[in-house]
């Protein structure tokens, strides 16, 4: 088994819709051996809101599906 990274978060930070900065906060995996809890800066991405937003929306759209929400039915 080789190394392998385990990502675990990712915090970003958006200034006018525009990407400033993130974190990836992630552990190692060392043949078995699990590291604590790392932290590396994102600086630089070619990373835009609207890119974002289109991922989110997917993700949404997802877990809605996994959990059978149904968006059409009246509230309660």
């Not at 590291?35 to 937003?53: D, E, Q, V």
């Amino acid at each position: 088994m080789a190394k392998r990274l385990e990502p675990s978060k990712i915090v970003i930070e958006f200034i006018g819709g525009k990407f400033v900065n993130g974190v990836i906060i992630y552990k190692v995996n060392d043949n078995g051996s699990i590291s604590k809890t790392r932290t590396i800066g994102l600086k630089n991405a070619n990373f835009s809101k609207p890119t974002f937003n289109g991922l989110l929306d997917k993700f949404i759209k997802h877990a809605k599906t996994s959990e059978g929400v149904i968006d059409d039915l009246p509230q309660v």
